[in-house]
Every structure is written in structure tokens, then in C-alpha cells.
């Protein structure tokens, strides 16, 4: 009789144990979904973070392409503003001598 309380009371035991032990491989597996679910996500916000990066370093470099451009420009008209003034200058005082005879 006593036997049967002890195998009773163990299977029981064993019984709960492995309702517990189910419980936790669910609760494992819901976290398992989860956690996949945050790295899916992550991994979308990474890549899309690269696309803009790379974006933004191809508008850097066209962007540094134009200043270029528009420096050497400046520099061009600079450039070509002081030779006309100083044909004007010329001018100007060609005519002076040219006016005082």
C-alpha cells in the first residue's frame, strides 16, 4: 500500500515536472520567435542603413565634384577679371597721354 503511495506521489511529481518542463520549452520557443523576429528586423534597418550611406557618400562625391568644378571656375574669372582690368587701366591711361599733347 505504501509502495503504491510512493510510485503515486512520484508520478505525479514526474507528471508536473514535465508540464513544467513543457511550459518552459514553450516559453523558449516564444522567444525564440521573438528574438528571430528582432534580428529579421534589425538586419532590414542595418542594410537600409548602408543604402543610405552609400547614397549619401555618392552625393558627397558629386557634391565635392561641383565645388571643384565651380573653385576652378572661380578661379578662371578671377583670373580673367584681373587681365581685363588691367587692359582697362592700360587703356584708361593711353588715353590720358593721348588727351594731354
Known amino acids: 500500500m505504501e509502495l503504491q503511495r510512493d510510485s503515486s506521489r512520484q508520478i505525479n511529481d514526474l507528471k508536473f ?10 516559453a523558449l520557443e516564444q522567444n525564440v520567435t521573438r528574438l528571430e523576429s528582432h534580428v529579421t528586423r534589425y538586419k532590414s534597418a542595418a542594410e537600409n542603413a548602408e543604402k543610405v550611406e552609400d547614397e549619401l557618400k555618392a552625393e558627397k562625391r ?23 582690368n588691367k587692359r582697362l587701366e592700360k587703356m584708361k591711361s593711353s588715353r590720358g597721354m593721348a588727351q594731354t599733347p
Not at 515536472?17 to 514553450?26: D, G, H, I, N, S
Not at 558629386?62 to 581685363?84: F, G, M, V, Y
Open 17 to 26: 515536472k514535465l508540464v513544467k518542463a513543457e511550459q518552459e520549452v514553450t
Open 62 to 84: 558629386k557634391l565635392q565634384r561641383e565645388l571643384r568644378t565651380a573653385l576652378d571656375k572661380i578661379e578662371e574669372l578671377e583670373s580673367s577679371n584681373s587681365h581685363l
